[in-house]
Nanobody
Framework: QVQLVESGGGLVQAGGSLRLSCAASGGTFSNYNMGWFRQAPGKEREFVAA????????NYADSVKGRFTISRDNAKNTVYLQMNTLKPEDTAVYLC???????????????????WGQGTQVTVSS
């Protein structure tokens, strides 16, 4: 059973930065496409960023493009989300997810991911 644990969330002022981490255990992390999603109160879960298990292709939601960067360290079984120039509308619970299909796809739908972490809260004050 794959377990994902996010960390790095917190309270930050608008314009600030945070780096989220997601540590994986119980599976072969280097074979998983990974994604970050977020969910704000009263809103649906939305795609933020994704990275493939090989070649490390990346994809971003338009709302974060140019501000957020997804990366991974397979030696540490960890995926990261560097968030810069944060805005109040970035406030949400951020969740990481793993796709163990083995295919080199940049998954953008939550239904395409098999495993999820519990999430970490990010709050951006104005």
């Amino acid at each position: 059973q794959v377990q994902l644990v996010e960390s790095g969330g917190g309270l930050v002022q608008a314009g600030g930065s945070l780096r989220l981490s997601c540590a994986a255990s119980g599976g072969t992390f280097s074979n998983y496409n990974m994604g970050w999603f977020r969910q704000a109160p009263g809103k649906e879960r939305e795609f933020v960023a994704a990275i493939t298990w090989s070649v490390r292709l990346t994809n971003y939601a338009d709302s974060v493009k140019g501000r957020f960067t997804i990366s991974r360290d397979n030696a540490k079984n960890t995926v990261y989300l560097q968030m810069n120039t944060l805005k109040p509308e970035d406030t949400a619970v951020y969740l990481c997810a793993a796709d163990n299909s083995g295919r080199l796809y940049l998954r953008t739908s939550e239904h395409q991911y098999a495993y999820w972490g519990q999430g970490t809260q990010v709050t951006v004050s104005s």
